[in-house]
């Protein structure tokens, strides 16, 4: 055993765990008079990994050490740890990072491909931790780049990672106070928190769903800005009549995951709106189904029960979505670090960039690439993950959920 004086040393325990191990080894150091320096443990079905750095008092053993270990059916390594890792020199901080992997399941070969990509970005894994039960679909790993390191070159090459592999979504975001401090999720509602268009959905029960789509087309080449287009594609909707929108409403598809997702964030206090280019009688149908907070869209002009083809009042186009985001985290006296807005076009964009995250949901490749992360593989219940829920503290929430429901 070391004596000299004042030695620093990484005692690592290995073995079967026991429900006194940690207490009986720990009680030894204390005994001896260590100062524990660090501490971290996990246990993986039913084995034990403990580090304990500690450092000792000049003249102390832990002579008592080998036998304890003998008892408790453990290996214990003591190793000195160098005067350098001690004390290590003054700089600047390292940058700290939480990348999250998602999937349905995630085989070695999917973090064989994760860490190598770490690694040739000059990420240091620190300590992984699984968020899922069996099977293994859902890991976290904190990492350390250096201070000047190429983060947008890292998330880029993690995005093409994700892109890769229709299997699991990678997420990159900063390690911060508020990654776990956030307090209000916004979501785009057409391919997003419903699985359609409901623009298209009109169009094709009223015969014109060619002409829409070509017009819809055009925007997307930059043919024309969106307020033009959705004044054009509403038009052709004109005569419509209006209970067509309300039974579309009343049936709307859900994107998987998002019932879950409201429910959860609805339980945790979190406030929650659509902000969508889409139309009210839509969001608002949603809004009521969900128990969303918030829900804002453009209002169809309905005479007599049948579409004018007009809107109302101003168009949610996208810098109005970025405005009503920031409006609304302003009245709910939340900062805009504290906001998550998720979409899937080029008219959510502006909203994204104005959240603390943005997420790009099942989105084109443009929109993935500006986005803070995406979501591919995965549904919507995915942003749960990335807030660091694991598996057990959401059957949590769904047991207390399910439990008020039946009183």
């Given at each position: 055993?070391?004596t000299?004086?004042?030695?620093s040393?990484?005692?690592?325990v290995?073995?079967?765990?026991?429900?006194?191990?940690?207490?009986?080894?720990?009680?030894?150091?204390?005994?001896?008079?260590?100062?524990?320096?660090?501490?971290?443990?996990?246990?993986?079905?039913?084995?034990?990994?403990?580090?304990?750095?500690?450092?000792?008092?000049?003249?102390?053993?832990?002579?008592?050490?080998?036998?304890?270990?003998?008892?408790l059916?453990?290996?214990?390594?003591?190793?000195?740890?160098?005067?350098?890792?001690?004390?290590?020199?003054?700089?600047?901080?390292?940058?700290r990072?939480?990348?999250?992997a998602?999937?349905?399941?995630?085989g070695?070969?999917?973090?064989?491909?994760?860490?190598?990509?770490?690694?040739?970005?000059?990420?240091?894994?620190?300590?992984?931790t699984?968020?899922?039960?069996?099977?293994?679909?859902?890991?976290?790993?904190?990492?350390?780049?250096?201070?000047?390191?190429?983060?947008?070159?890292?998330?880029?090459?993690?995005?093409?990672?994700?892109?890769?592999?229709?299997?699991?979504?990678?997420?990159?975001?900063?390690?911060?106070?508020?990654?776990?401090?956030?307090?209000?999720?916004?979501?785009?509602?057409?391919?997003?928190?419903?699985?359609?268009?409901?623009?298209?959905?009109?169009?094709?029960?009223y015969?014109?769903?060619?002409?829409v789509?070509?017009?819809t087309?055009?925007?997307?080449?930059?043919?024309?800005?969106?307020?033009e287009s959705?004044r054009?594609?509403v038009?052709?909707?004109?005569?419509?009549?209006?209970?067509?929108l309300?039974?579309?409403?009343?049936n709307?598809?859900?994107?998987?995951?998002?019932?879950?997702?409201?429910?959860?964030?609805r339980?945790l206090?979190?406030?929650?709106?659509?902000?969508?280019?889409?139309?009210?009688?839509?969001?608002?149908?949603?809004?009521?189904?969900?128990?969303?907070?918030?829900?804002?869209?453009?209002?169809?002009?309905?005479?007599d029960?049948?579409?004018?083809?007009?809107?109302?009042?101003?168009?949610?186009?996208?810098r109005?979505?970025a405005?009503?985001?920031?409006?609304?985290a302003?009245?709910?006296?939340?900062?805009?670090?504290?906001?998550i807005?998720?979409?899937?076009?080029?008219?959510?964009?502006?909203?994204?960039?104005?959240?603390?995250?943005?997420?790009a949901?099942?989105a084109?490749?443009?929109?993935?690439?500006?986005?803070?992360?995406?979501?591919?593989?995965?549904?919507?219940?995915t942003?749960?993950?990335?807030?660091?829920?694991?598996?057990?503290?959401?059957?949590?929430?769904?047991?207390?959920?399910?439990?008020?429901?039946?009183?």
């Amino acid at each position: 055993m070391l004596t000299r004086p004042s030695d620093s040393v990484l005692l690592t325990v290995t073995g079967r765990d026991g429900p006194d191990t940690t207490a009986r080894l720990t009680g030894l150091l204390a005994q001896a008079g260590a100062e524990l320096l660090d501490v971290e443990q996990v246990v993986v079905q039913g084995l034990l990994t403990l580090a304990l750095w500690v450092r000792l008092p000049g003249g102390e053993s832990l002579q008592a050490l080998p036998a304890l270990a003998r008892e408790l059916g453990v290996t214990v390594d003591v190793r000195a740890v160098p005067p350098a890792v001690t004390s290590p020199a003054p700089g600047p901080e390292p940058l700290r990072y939480v990348v999250t992997a998602v999937g349905k399941a995630l085989g070695v070969r999917d973090v064989h491909a994760l860490t190598r990509q770490l690694a040739a970005g000059n990420a240091r894994v620190e300590r992984i931790t699984r968020l899922s039960e069996t099977p293994l679909a859902a890991v976290e790993l904190h990492v350390t780049l250096p201070p000047d390191a190429d983060t947008a070159a890292l998330k880029g090459a993690l995005l093409a990672l994700s892109m890769a592999s229709p299997t699991f979504d990678v997420a990159l975001q900063r390690e911060s106070l508020y990654r776990r401090g956030k307090r209000m999720v916004v979501m785009d509602m057409d391919s997003t928190l419903i699985r359609i268009e409901v623009i298209d959905e009109l169009a094709r029960a009223y015969g014109v769903h060619a002409k829409v789509a070509a017009i819809t087309e055009r925007a997307m080449h930059g043919e024309m800005d969106y307020d033009e287009s959705l004044r054009q594609r509403v038009a052709l909707l004109a005569g419509l009549d209006a209970r067509v929108l309300h039974e579309l409403a009343a049936n709307l598809p859900l994107t998987e995951g998002a019932e879950t997702l409201i429910r959860v964030l609805r339980r945790l206090g979190y406030r929650t709106a659509v902000i969508s280019g889409g139309f009210s009688v839509a969001a608002e149908a949603l809004q009521k189904r969900l128990g969303i907070d918030f829900a804002y869209s453009n209002a169809l002009e309905v005479q007599d029960g049948k579409l004018t083809g007009r809107t109302v009042g101003t168009i949610v186009n996208a810098r109005r979505k970025a405005e009503l985001l920031e409006t609304l985290a302003k009245q709910e006296g939340i900062l805009l670090e504290q906001v998550i807005a998720v979409g899937d076009g080029a008219n959510d964009l502006l909203m994204l960039e104005k959240a603390g995250l943005g997420i790009a949901f099942r989105a084109k490749p443009k929109l993935r690439e500006a986005a803070d992360t995406s979501i591919s593989a995965g549904g919507l219940d995915t942003i749960l993950t990335l807030l660091g829920l694991t598996a057990r503290e959401l059957r949590e929430v769904g047991s207390e959920v399910g439990s008020e429901a039946g009183a």
